[in-house]
């Protein structure tokens, strides 16, 4: 549940990202795709590292033993 | 598919499209067009002449001019450093100097630099030979006062009362015996004084010893400090010594011995009257002298201060001519000699400006004809240049240090803008820290325009010229720091209660049995719980090592579907069929898999050992997996898995002997047309860099 939720922010979070790089730095067709493709690599990563992250912990094989005595 | 050929073409994904062209410049205009070209930076000359020796090449006395006159330069910096002089550079309002001025000026600096090293060596020296004179008198004056008889009294106070007016030579200071017959008694014992190397002290003696045959006495006494040698300029421990001996053959011997072993002899007169006047002379020299050095020395350092801030304009004008010279080497006179004939490479988008360029230069020149440049048809294929601006330079330089695209190849550096930060990130993963780059990223970034006209030291160019990829970096840590949950290795509860808790209230099994888990997992990133357990490390290190698998393999098959655009571009089905889908089926069938399982394993909670599963794949992939099955049907999709994999390199393998077929297409350009690339930098800023090697500079 908490997956597919946060997926979606960074689905729309990347789009939002990409319109804003229309907007702010519009610089003709090429350079425009190019800083698409840049939002949309970023994003691409940064959902991958959260995803991984995220699936490591739901089912985990082992707990956090505190150290001490 | 269709959608991406409908697209606009990519910035920086392949190189700008280049045309060959040829210059024909009247031998007047030809090195103005030339300098003007390189500030310009955009295109790259071919070398016509290549098969002939830098000596055969045309301007071969003006690259000699450059050679001797950069030459002159670094002496002129090694000079400032060696006097610590520091000169500051002061900016604008220099004004320019022609070449021929330069080099008579740079010619006159040198002599008389030399000159004046010349000069204050030999004052050093007359110096230094003063302060051992000055330390033989007073130490053998102490030993004569001892080895005397005591002298009358009173004939002593008649003496000192006697202010002796003859002076011996004041000049004669260097390697004169010091004879001197004694004033009352031992007329037949001479003496000589002098000064000898601590080390050799003792050999010395007996030396002496043997060669009198025991006829002489020797004296000494330490100097008390280490002094500097006139000869070797080093500061080194001395003995004072007096040799008593009587007779001329044992004079010469002695002074013989003396002259072997390096020891200096300095006259000093036997009566405490002549010993106290020479010894007042000596030190009114020395105090001369020092005046004469110091003023010497200030002299040279406002010399050298007055070269040296200009030292850094100079360089740079005399690595521009020698670029321009060796520019010029790669032409070719033309039938009627009076035209240079040049044929390079540049992209289309420049041709305007070049021609603007040149005709500025006709015009500077005053040259009645006119510089033609025209297109024609290249033989080998072109290098490959992209049209960089700072932000994306430095990605570009990162991507070339691994090999340069061929022509209209795609260019990896468009995702490397943000997968190598990224990756940097993963690695680095503190947002504390990431906070502190990113500040250094902004100093670097706010004071930009006046660190780009500096000269920065080797280790701050590099940070400057990085300094977009310093910011990416920055930005990606902080992202990987809150996923990490690292603060300074500091873990917080930013994003909501951690998802671990006490099995009961007393937490009593908190040690031994540790927390469980009660609530989803937590929402970003690694729960703060797992700091400073005891099973905090096997949790992230298998944590880490599969998300190192998963990227890995997203990024190589990144690689393999651009290399497939690629080849579509180039209308290469041969490429498709062989290359992309071989690589596809043998990157997936094993590590995409293995990618596959991880997931699995991750969202079912299995206990499966991966380990063991990928490796009995190979070994035994018949055999039941037991308790290490993960989905249905997963044994049968590891046989199907391996024998698609074998076919699949078998069919790989045959195709590549069949056609004769390399895995990679040959270029046929040589590699130093791929490096134009990165050095279609205008000339000034290429000048920032090391200085270029001979026959290898690129306009």
């Known amino acids: 549940m908490g997956f597919l939720v946060t997926t979606l922010i960074f689905l729309l979070s990347g789009g939002v990202a990409s319109l804003l790089s229309l907007l702010c730095c519009n610089r003709g067709p090429s350079t425009n795709l190019f800083h698409l493709t840049l939002v949309i690599t970023a994003t691409v990563c940064c959902w991958m590292m959260w995803a991984i992250v995220y699936l490591a912990q739901l089912k985990p094989l082992i707990n956090p033993i505190l150290s001490g005595e | 598919m269709g959608v991406f050929d409908r697209l606009p073409p990519v910035d920086h994904l392949r190189s700008e499209k280049m045309c060959f062209v040829q210059l024909i410049m009247p031998a007047e205009s030809a090195r103005l067009a030339v300098t003007y070209l390189g500030e310009l930076g955009l295109l790259q000359f071919k070398d016509l002449n290549e098969d002939k ?313 005053n040259s009645q004809a006119g510089i033609i440049f025209h297109e024609m048809d290249p033989i080998d294929s072109p290098p490959t240049y992209f049209r960089t601006d700072k932000f994306t330079n430095a990605f570009q330089e990162i991507v070339d240090a691994y090999g340069i695209a061929r022509y209209e190849e795609v260019n990896p550096a468009v995702y490397s803008v943000i997968t190598f930060p990224f990756l940097f990130a993963v690695m680095f993963g503190d947002w504390g820290h990431g906070i502190c780059l990113l500040l250094g990223a902004f100093v670097l970034i706010l004071r930009e325009k006046k660190l780009s006209s500096q000269k920065l030291g080797s280790f701050m160019e590099m940070a400057f010229g990085g300094r977009y990829v310093i910011l990416l970096m920055a930005l990606f840590s902080i992202y990987c720091g809150l996923i990490y949950n690292e603060f300074f290795s500091v873990p917080f509860h930013i994003f909501g209660k951690s998802a671990y808790e006490c099995r009961e209230k007393a937490c009593s099994d908190a040690h031994t049995a540790g927390l469980i888990k009660v609530r989803d997992p937590y929402p970003f990133g690694v729960d703060p719980s797992w700091r400073g357990s005891r099973s905090e490390l096997p949790f992230l290190n298998s944590l880490k090592m599969k998300m190192s698998i998963l990227m890995g393999v997203s990024q190589m098959n990144l690689g393999i579907v651009l290399s497939y655009f690629d080849a579509k571009f180039h209308g290469n089905a041969l490429d498709i069929r062989y290359q992309f889908m071989p690589q596809m089926i043998f990157l997936n069938s094993l590590f995409g898999y293995l990618s596959l399982l991880i997931l699995i394993k991750w969202c079912t909670g299995s206990q499966a050992d991966l380990y063991h599963v990928m490796i009995y794949m190979f070994l035994d992939p018949a055999g039941d997996l037991g308790e290490n099955q993960l989905f249905w049907g997963q044994k049968e999709l590891q046989v199907s898995n391996l024998l698609n994999n074998k076919n699949n390199m078998l069919h790989y393998l045959l195709c590549l002997l069949a056609n004769n077929y390399s895995p990679f297409p040959l270029s046929d350009t040589p590699v130093a047309y791929g490096h134009c690339s990165c050095s279609m930098d205008a000339l000034p800023k290429a000048f920032y860099l090391e200085e270029t090697s001979q026959g290898g500079t690129f306009l």
Request: proline share 4%.
């Open chain 2, 53 to 365: 020796s830098p000596f055969q090449r045309i301007f071969v006395n003006q690259v000699k001019r450059c050679t001797e006159m950069s030459r002159k330069l670094r002496f002129f910096s090694d000079q400032i450093n060696k006097a610590g002089v520091n000169s500051s550079v002061r900016p604008v309002l220099q004004p320019d100097i022609d070449w021929e001025e330069l080099e008579a000026k740079l010619g006159e600096h040198e002599h008389d630099l030399l000159e004046m090293n010349t000069n204050s060596e030999k004052l050093l020296q007359t110096y230094n030979e003063l302060l051992e004179f000055k330390l033989v008198l007073s130490k053998a004056g102490g030993i004569l006062a001892s080895s005397h008889d005591p002298v009358a009294p009173a004939d002593r106070e008649l003496d000192e009362h006697i202010y002796n007016k003859e002076v011996d030579d004041g000049i004669a200071y260097l390697l004169e015996e010091g004879v001197h017959l004694g004033a009352t008694k031992n007329s037949g014992v001479k003496f000589v004084s002098g000064i000898i190397l601590k080390s050799k002290a003792l050999a010395f003696e007996r030396m002496l010893f043997r060669a009198t045959r025991g006829n002489m006495f020797f004296n000494h006494a330490p100097a008390g400090e280490p002094v500097t040698d006139p000869i070797s300029g080093e500061e080194v421990e001395k003995t004072v010594f007096v040799v008593f001996f009587s007779g001329d053959q044992a004079k010469s011997k002695i002074l013989k011995i003396c002259d072997s072993f390096g020891a200096t002899c300095y006259p000093v007169p036997e009566e405490m009257v002549k010993q106290r006047h020479i010894f007042h002379e000596v030190s009114l020299r020395l105090s001369d002298l020092e005046v004469t050095l110091n003023a010497g020395i200030q002299h040279r350092n406002k010399a050298l201060e007055s070269v040296g801030s200009q030292l850094w304009r100079w360089t740079i004008m005399v690595k521009k001519e020698k670029a321009v010279y060796d520019t010029l080497n790669m032409l070719n006179f033309d039938v009627t000699k009076k035209c240079l004939v040049g044929e390079g490479w540049c992209p289309i988008f420049a041709i305007s400006q070049i021609k603007d360029v040149l005709q500025c230069a006709t015009l500077r020149s």
